[in-house]
């Protein structure tokens, strides 16, 4: 019992002894007479001072035998022999950060994170002009971030999630204007915001609204908030960050619609905004955006209306996510132009109508989520050729008629139908009904003549544009299955495939 506490004063005794050794210099320094490289070795002897366990005994060699330029962890500048950099991270180190460090005037990295150091970040750190660099996370570091560490105006990147931080982010880290990159993620934060190139701070314990300044903030780029409690809209100010490329606003209590003017970001690359309450249309200028090659994710929220026509703008979309929300109407038959999509989950909307044809060219998809919709027609056989489809969920829709056989659906598994009643066959494993004569025999089949039919009777709802480029491909389908080579003539499932096509492009959409 008694140990600990006897080794504990001890710890203090050092610990004032250099304090005063310091001291001393500090008032020294303001009269400079000590040297600067003296200042240099009293603080790092001070830093030291304040490290109260040191496993590793990473700092059992800083003692004066060598000069301090020859510390493990100590970089010094060639000329001049002044502490440029100091890099102990991920040594077990205990203790606090000394105030001393805001001495070493050259310093440009300090990187401590990954330690378990304590208490505040001393407000002297704001003495480091030419401090670059600040690296303290996964600590123990609590209070607040000091407002003086806007005064280290050379500031480039910082670095302080996965502490015990609470109180407000300081706005004037804001006049910072090097700073590119502040991380502050996994802390307690609360209240408001400030402008970078990056903010990240997701699951802090952000509450209130996003500030319509942010749109003020024009060299941001990745903005991160996701996990946090924000509430409100999402400003329509936010369509000003032209150099934005990720907006992850991801599982808070926003609400409201999706602004258009996030149309303008057309740098955007990443687009998460699940889990929150936003409601209303999808805007078409944002499912417009062609670039954006990342990630879709508007999932979980109460969006209603249509998937716009746009969608298929996204030629280079590998990740669409609209599942959970009031949507409703046909599948676009636009969406067949994100060729690059890999995951499309649509599921637990109310779409209806036949999954377009046109998504037999989505040949990448890996994962495929329709279920619980009012989605209806056969399961569509080009499925059995998309050869790195490893999940496919249609569960719960009105699908009808005999399930495929190959390709996916060869693997029970890997397929899910439940509640389509009127599905038959498919492999064994599915457990479904064998398909009866009639229902095999009831395959969608669309006459040339029902076709001009039906372009007739919705003519005035069409352009005639539109209806002008739907005759030329019949017309163009026509001769090509009617060459005098058999080899040159036209597949018969592709003709079909062909006709669908336009079908659905003219009545589908
Ligand atoms: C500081 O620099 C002076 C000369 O510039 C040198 O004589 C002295 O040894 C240096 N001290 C340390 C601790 O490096
Ligand atoms: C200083 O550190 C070196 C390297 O660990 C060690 O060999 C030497 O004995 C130490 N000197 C003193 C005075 O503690
Ligand atoms: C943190 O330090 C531990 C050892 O203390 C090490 O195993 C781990 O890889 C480090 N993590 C990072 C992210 O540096
Ligand atoms: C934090 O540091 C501990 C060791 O000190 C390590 O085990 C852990 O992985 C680190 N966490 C992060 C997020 O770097
Ligand atoms: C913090 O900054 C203020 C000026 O903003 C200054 O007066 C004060 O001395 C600084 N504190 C420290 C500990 O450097
Ligand atoms: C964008 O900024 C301009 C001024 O720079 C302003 O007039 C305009 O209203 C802003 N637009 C949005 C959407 O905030
Ligand atoms: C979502 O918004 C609706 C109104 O649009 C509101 O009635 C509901 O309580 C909100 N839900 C949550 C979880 O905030
Ligand atoms: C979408 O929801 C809003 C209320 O949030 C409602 O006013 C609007 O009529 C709905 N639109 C559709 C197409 O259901
Ligand atoms: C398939 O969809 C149903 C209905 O939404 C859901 O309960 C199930 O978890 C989904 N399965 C997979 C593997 O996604
Ligand atoms: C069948 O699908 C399951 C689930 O996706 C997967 O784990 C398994 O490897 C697949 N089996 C074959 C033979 O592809
Ligand atoms: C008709 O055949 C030509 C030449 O093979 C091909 O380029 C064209 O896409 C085909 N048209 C249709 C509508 O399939």
């Known amino acids: 019992m008694e140990l600990p506490s006897l080794n504990s004063k001890i710890h203090l005794i050092l610990v004032c002894c250099f304090c005063t050794l310091s001291c001393i210099f500090a008032e020294t320094v303001a009269s400079s007479v000590l040297k600067g490289n003296e200042t240099d070795l009293l603080s790092l002897l001070a830093f030291k001072a304040n490290v109260l366990e040191d496993p ?28 440029i950099a100091l890099d102990l991270q991920s040594k077990k180190l205990v203790g606090s950060i000394s105030p001393h460090l805001g001495n070493l005037n050259f310093l440009r990295e300090l990187m401590l994170q990954n330690n378990s150091f304590n208490y505040q970040i001393p407000a002297e750190i704001g003495r480091l002009r030419r401090l670059h660099i600040l690296m303290v996370n996964n600590n123990s570091i609590d209070g607040l971030i000091p407002p003086n560490i806007s005064r280290c105006s050379s500031l480039n990147i910082i670095d302080i999630s996965y502490n015990k931080l609470s109180g407000e982010v300081p706005m004037e880290l804001g006049y910072l204007a090097k700073l590119k990159k502040v991380i502050i993620h996994d802390n307690n934060h609360e209240g408001s915001i400030s402008p970078f190139e990056s903010l990240d701070m997701q ?83 944002v499912l417009g955006l062609s670039l954006i090659s990342n990630e879709v994710d508007l999932s979980q929220n109460q969006l209603n209306g249509s998937l716009p026509l746009e969608v298929g703008n996204m030629i280079n979309l590998g990740y669409l996510d609209v599942s959970g929300n009031h949507l409703s109407g046909e599948i676009p038959i636009t969406l067949g132009s994100c060729v690059s999509l890999e995951t499309l989950r649509v599921a637990s909307n109310s779409f209806w109508g036949h999954i377009p044809s046109s998504l037999s060219s989505l040949k990448g998809i890996q994962e495929l989520d329709h279920a619980n919709n009012e989605l209806s027609g056969g399961v569509p056989e080009f499925l059995e050729n998309f050869a790195l489809l490893e999940s496919l969920n249609l569960s719960f829709n009105n699908f009808e008629g005999p399930v495929p056989t190959k390709g996916i659906f060869a693997n029970a598994s890997a397929i899910l139908v ?70 040159e003539r036209m597949a018969i499932n592709d003709v079909k495939a062909e006709l669908e096509f336009i079908k659905d492009s003219l009545l589908g959409s």
Do not use: M
């Open 56 to 83: 590793l005994r990473a700092l059992s060699s800083w003692n004066e035998s060598y000069h301090f330029c020859q510390w493990p962890g100590i970089k010094c500048g060639r000329q001049h022999q002044r502490v």
């Open 203 to 285: 699951r802090n314990q952000l509450i209130g609204s996003i500030p319509t300044e942010i749109g003020k903030l024009q060299k941001l780029q990745d903005l991160n908030l996701l996990n946090n409690k924000l509430s409100g809209n999402i400003p329509y100010s936010i369509g000003n960050l032209s150099l934005l490329n990720q907006l992850v606003l991801g599982i808070n209590n926003l609400e409201g619609s999706i602004p258009p003017s996030l149309g303008e970001c057309k740098n955007l690359q990443l687009l998460f905004l699940a889990q929150n309450n936003l409601s209303g249309d999808i805007p078409k200028q």
């Open 418 to 487: 439940e509640g389509n009643l009127k599905l038959c066959g498919g492999v064994h494993g599915l457990q479904l009904p064998h398909c009866s004569f009639k229902a095999h025999g009831k395959k969608r089949s669309y006459s040339t003549l029902k076709l001009v039919l039906s372009i007739t009777s919705f003519r005035r709802e069409f352009s005639s544009q539109k209806i002008i480029e739907c005759l030329k491909l019949i017309l163009e389908v026509g001769v090509n299955c009617s060459s005098n080579l058999p080899e």
